[in-house]
């Protein structure tokens, strides 16, 4: 049977259109591999290096100073911050909510710090015009992005890493303007 | 089909072997036996799989939601152990004995050993199941700390793995005095060094799985305080993701096992297909990195790096099997007579043999979707608009579900038989069956695959996200809708199959001391189809068309994903 025993000179050289195939394969790879580095220095899009050990009650204190030196208002019972363009900026995960809501600038980059109080949870944005971003985030880990809105309006925050029973209603928003 | 058993000396002992009424291979009476209780239990595993997979489809058709949150979540967790683990790593073991004994025509190296490796499997599926369903496992299959279930689903895994540790190092064993013993000779055969392959992974991918999981058994046991989460998703994701390679390299040996078997095609350059499968061994961590890209805690030069080790050659494996399957597929086509044009071998493959058309398919859907799909989300910065959307199940459902479930569907369609001794019941709608798992599972990844494009997460109960005013568009429920259609249909698939299943093991008529009956296999018509020439063993023509429209789908996939990512808020 042929899965069998190979013949005896059974190691050949790939012939001509099995080295083709191979050639091109690995180009390809090649393509595959170069895409990532080239995008880091032409792409406007990266994940970020940057990400510091944080206790989480430590995290949690700097969020609430934040808060406090930055709010501009409420909705319901969740303040809305306004950070300085080109400052840090809080969001914070856990007990099923994002914290807090975030009022931000079209075009200005901000230092965005996301973290967790609990458990892992997946910073999810979603908007219109497609726009879906997403990025973990782990307690005991400050997770650092330079981010800038590239389009207004009101964004939200859902989790898309399990956390619970009550993991989908766990869910912010992000205000963009103009 | 000639035997070696006739002119090499096997290492039987007295009474402890038969020879196989159809193919004239040996075999192991041990062996037998414990690849029929694995298979009995895959099958189970299959079928618990299935229930909550209906469930759980269901559920994410916004018109239906039919579990209550809590509910969905646990069947979520049952369905990912019971396909993911027990289903397929029960039959992978029954695979391995199989490979190791009847086709190195060699006893099974020992019975007390496959005992124990069984008993603990079963134990350790057992008890993770009982876990999950009293509620007390509430994790889904990653357990991501800290997220805690009780002791004894951590017990269950460590069990289980353990188990088919003890299998795998059995299968070792078999070789081991397969070779000691001379039963066969030369070089090993191509499948038996696939399923060496999937097996050395096999080991590498169990021993992270014990750092990982260990530590978290003792912490959930209360003996030890924390455990770091960005810790416990880089190793865990070295067992979970790595582990999927021996699905690949088992999939793709029964890929040539099968065509040998149906249509007695050869591998068209055993060292080309050998080296592919060394790839998979090399380059074996490549796929851990890909759930970490958009981590805390990793650097970007860590994630490229640990993305492709600047090269992919793991997918470089893939693309050659892709090429060298098919390839030996026409070429035993074409010699059989089948010579007109560029698919005529193709239109005269034997369709109505659920053995050919669900490899055939599998492998189709394997590559155009599961490969190209998942190197493109596995991209550093493409994670960023992929990461737990429903991409990802739509990605491993064309991977590991048509890709490993249906070839292993469709390797049960021959081994059933054989190794049962049992003829299948139902053989016409059987013909069907893998037209309709592949139609139902390839509706569930196209539902999966745009709902994902939108944003829609993966793991979530409510995509309306419990009433806060986010919107759903009708589009988008609409991609969802196709989830539970196509998961009504793919149900309908495994179910078929399961019951076949169990009548014909339990009630099938006997085959003993006579053939199986056959599925329909390829006529030689090459009387009369002009001569054939040395250089016809490797001209590929129609493979080559098929390759070069998987590398433009590739090459399109892979862009447009850029482009989506070009769109999105700038980060860094
Ligand atoms: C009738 C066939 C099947 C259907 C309809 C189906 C459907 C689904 C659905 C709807 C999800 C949940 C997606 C989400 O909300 O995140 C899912 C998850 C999953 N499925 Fe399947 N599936 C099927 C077969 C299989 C098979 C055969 C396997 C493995 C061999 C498998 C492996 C998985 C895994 C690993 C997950 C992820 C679980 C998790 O996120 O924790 N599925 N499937
Ligand atoms: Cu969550």
């Not at chain 2, 004995?97 to 603990?120: C, E, G, H």
Request: glycine residues 10%; hydrophobic residues 50%.
């Amino acid at each position: 049977m042929s899965f069998m025993i190979p013949e005896k000179d059974w190691f050949k050289a790939p012939d001509k259109g099995e080295k083709s195939w191979i050639a091109i394969g690995f180009i390809w790879c090649l393509v595959l591999f170069f895409s990532m580095p080239i995008w880091h220095i032409y792409g406007k899009q990266n994940s970020s290096s940057e990400s510091y050990r944080v206790k989480p009650e430590d995290f949690s204190a700097r969020v609430m100073k934040f808060v406090e030196t930055n709010s501009i208002g409420k909705d319901g019972n969740t303040p809305i911050v306004q950070p300085k363009p080109g400052g840090h900026a809080y969001v914070m995960g856990g007990g099923y909510i994002w914290y807090p809501i975030l009022k931000l600038k079209k075009g200005n980059e901000y230092i965005l710090h996301i973290s967790s109080t609990d458990y892992q949870h997946g910073f999810s944005l979603q908007g219109e015009a497609g726009i879906n971003m997403n990025f973990q985030i782990l307690p005991g880990y400050d997770h650092v992005l330079k981010i800038t809105p590239t389009t207004s309006g009101t964004f939200n925050i859902v989790c898309n890493e399990f956390c619970g029973a009550r993991h989908h209603v766990m869910t912010g928003k992000i205000l963009v303007e103009d | 089909m000639s035997s070696i058993a006739g002119f090499l000396k096997g290492n039987f002992l007295p009474g402890q072997s038969r020879s196989c009424d159809t193919t004239g291979l040996p075999v192991c009476n041990t062996a037998s036996l414990y690849i029929r209780l694995n298979a009995v239990i895959a099958v189970v595993s299959l079928l618990i799989g299935a229930i909550a997979a209906i469930l759980i489809a269901l559920t994410r058709w916004p018109a239906v939601h039919l579990l209550p949150a809590e509910w969905f979540y646990r069947f979520l967790t049952v369905h990912g152990f019971n396909m993911l683990i027990f289903w397929i790593i029960f039959l992978e073991i029954g695979i391995l004995y199989f490979v190791a004994t009847t086709l190195l025509n060699s006893r099974l190296f020992s019975k007390a050993i496959a005992a124990i490796s069984f008993a603990l499997m079963l134990i350790g599926m057992i008890m993770v199941n009982a876990m999950i369903f009293t509620g007390q496992a509430d994790v889904l299959f990653t357990s991501y700390v800290p997220l805690m279930a009780h002791p004894l689903f951590y017990l269950g895994i460590i069990l289980f793995a353990v188990g088919a540790l003890l299998g795998v190092a059995n299968f070792f064993l078999t070789i081991h005095i397969a070779r000691r013993d001379k039963t066969y000779e030369g070089p090993f055969p191509l499948v038996v060094f696939g399923a060496i392959t999937a097996a050395v992974i096999a080991v590498v991918t169990i021993l992270h799985g014990a750092v990982v999981l260990i530590p978290t058994l003792l912490w959930s046991a209360g003996l030890l305080e924390t455990i770091d989460p960005g810790f416990y998703r880089v190793v865990w994701w070295g067992l979970g993701h790595m582990s999927q390679q021996i699905n690949v390299a088992a999939m793709i040996s029964v890929w040539y096992f099968m065509f040998s078997l149906i249509v007695g095609a050869k591998p068209l350059n055993h060292a080309v297909c050998r080296g592919a499968f060394i790839l998979y061994i090399l380059f074996i961590n490549l796929a851990s990195a890909h759930h970490l890209l958009v981590d805390p805690g990793v650097s970007t030069e860590w994630k490229i790096w640990n993305t492709s080790y600047a090269m992919y050659l793991a997918v470089l494996a893939s693309m050659l099997h892709g090429f060298t399957v098919p390839g030996a597929l026409e070429v035993a086509m074409r010699k059989k007579g089948y010579r007109q044009g560029l698919f005529g071998w193709l239109a005269a493959a034997p369709w109505s043999n659920p053995g050919f058309s669900g490899v055939f398919m599998a492998m189709v859907m394997f590559g155009f979707i599961g490969g190209i799909t998942g190197v493109t989300i596995g991209t550093e910065q493409i994670s960023i608009i992929t990461h737990n959307t429903l991409k990802l199940p739509a990605h491993f459902h064309g991977t590991v579900v048509a890709g490993t479930t249906l070839t292993f569907m469709a390797l049960a369609y021959y081994v059933v038989p054989l190794i049962f001794q049992k003829d299948w019941y139902a053989k016409g709608l059987l013909r069907l069956q893998p037209y309709i798992f592949a139609i139902g599972i390839f509706t569930v990844i196209i539902g999966m695959q745009f709902a994902g494009s939108a944003g829609i997460p993966r793991r979530h109960w409510d995509i309306s996200f419990a009433g806060t005013p986010i919107p759903i568009t009708p589009m988008e429920s609409g991609w969802l809708a196709l989830v539970g259609i196509g998961g009504v249909i793919a149900f309908l698939g495994l179910l078929i199959f399961l019951l076949a299943t169990v009548a014909t093991v339990f009630f099938g008529r006997s085959n003993k001391g006579r053939p199986m009956e056959d599925w329909g296999g390829v006529k030689d018509i090459s009387a009369g189809a002009g001569t054939w020439t040395k250089e016809d063993d490797h001209k590929t023509p129609g493979t080559w068309a098929l390759v070069m429209i998987l590398l433009t789908c590739f090459v399109v996939y892979f862009f447009a994903n850029w482009k989506a990512l070009a769109d999105v808020w700038w980060v860094h």
